[in-house]
């Protein structure tokens, strides 16, 4: 099945750094969706994106839905040591039985 | 605040075996989701719901199979595990309608297949 374009793999931050991701698609999704999962447990949503152009925050974190639709980023400021984790993208179109596509995730450590 | 929970967070079994990994989600969400998740492979789906004794295949199946009988209750079945399915398990669960897409997460299963 199709998986949406996160890179790099791994990304290392120093304490208090701010920190961007971007997550690309061929295809257009009417919703994008970020989520971050910490080690052993399952993803938690953290932001929810449903119109292009939309800019949402989150406390330290800020998404965007690209007016294209078919890309989306993720910024994170003034990193704190539990943003630790793997930070998946996903996309999805409203409509019957709709499934999401997923990135890979990117995993973020921040060093103290 | 939506609970997906699912029946063990660690679960070791034998090749051959019959596993089954039951989710449970008290929102009233219409559809229920199986993922695996492998190291440099990301969330891959096996099978969806999207009402009770409604099932549709994801993009790996094989080797798998699910049961709806109830609303809140989805269950993925191992016929005969081996162990390339050793993996994690991650059971999700999403309303219909408008918030159709976004989806909800349990703990998930760790599942080791000797």
């Known amino acids: 099945g199709q998986q949406l374009n996160q890179s790099p793999q791994s990304m290392f931050i120093q304490e208090g750094e701010d920190v961007s991701m971007n997550c690309t698609s061929s295809s257009i999704f009417n919703t994008w969706l970020w989520y971050k999962q910490d080690p052993g447990e399952g993803p938690v949503l953290l932001i929810a994106l449903y119109k292009a152009g939309e800019l949402t925050s989150n406390g330290r974190l800020t998404a965007q839905f690209g007016i294209t639709r078919k890309d989306s980023f993720l910024n994170i400021s003034a990193s704190i040591p539990s943003d630790v984790g793997i930070y998946f993208c996903a996309g999805g179109n409203t409509g019957a039985n709709s499934k999401l596509t997923f990135g890979k995730g990117i995993t973020l450590s921040v060093r103290p | 605040d939506v609970k997906v929970t699912q029946s063990s967070r660690y679960l070791v079994k034998r090749t051959g075996e019959k596993v089954f990994l039951e989710c449970v989600q008290d929102?009233?969400?219409?559809?229920m989701f199986w993922y695996r998740q492998d190291p440099g492979l990301g969330l891959r789906l096996i099978y969806f719901?999207?009402?009770?004794?409604?099932?549709e295949k994801g993009d790996i199946p094989e080797g798998y199979s699910v049961s709806r009988e109830k609303k809140e209750r989805f269950s993925l079945i191992l016929e005969s595990a081996s162990t390339n399915q050793t993996s994690m398990y991650l059971c999700?669960?999403?309303?219909?309608?408008?918030?159709?897409?976004?989806?909800?997460f349990g703990p998930g299963t760790r599942l080791t297949v000797l």
């Open positions: 929102m009233d969400h219409e559809n």
């Open positions: 719901s999207y009402d009770v004794k409604m099932k």
């Open positions: 999700a669960s999403s309303f219909g309608g408008r918030a159709l897409d976004t989806q909800y």
